[in-house]
């Protein structure tokens, strides 16, 4: 997978918006970060809690690990873009956005994909 992929994985989610932290890409939603690209764009990190960082490495060990320190204790998980396959990382993806989106745009995004 190439960091382009992820970047529109990433900017498809309503109200998403690439910005730049620390000298590499974010991507926000209400102005807050649910998931990066590295400096060099190799790798990617999505922010998961504990639980759902454990089901994904557990599930794709290879490309998901948690982040190194107390960030990946709290469920940071990086993403080797290389070893990584495009339905479990936009899975992640579409999780970490979750867990940062207000509700309200959940509640929209919800109804939209019922419809």
């Known amino acids: 997978m190439t960091a382009d992929e ?44 504990p639980e759902q960082q454990r ?14 320190g107390s960030w990946g204790q709290r469920g940071a998980t990086w993403i080797d873009l290389a070893q990584a396959l495009h339905a479990p990382v936009h899975g992640a993806v579409l999780v970490a956005w979750r867990n940062t989106a207000p509700r309200r745009v959940l509640r929209e995004f919800d109804s939209i994909q019922r419809a």
């Not at 998931?35 to 998961?48: I, Q």
Request: hydrophobic residues 40%; charged residues 25%.
């Open 6 to 49: 992820f970047r529109q994985f990433a900017l498809a989610f309503p109200e998403t918006e690439e910005q730049t932290h620390m000298q590499h890409p974010d991507f926000r939603v209400d102005g807050k970060i649910f998931a990066t690209l590295s400096s060099d764009e190799s790798g990617a990190m999505v922010k998961l809690t």
């Open 55 to 68: 089901e994904f490495v557990a599930r794709n060990p290879d490309a998901f690990e948690p982040v190194q």
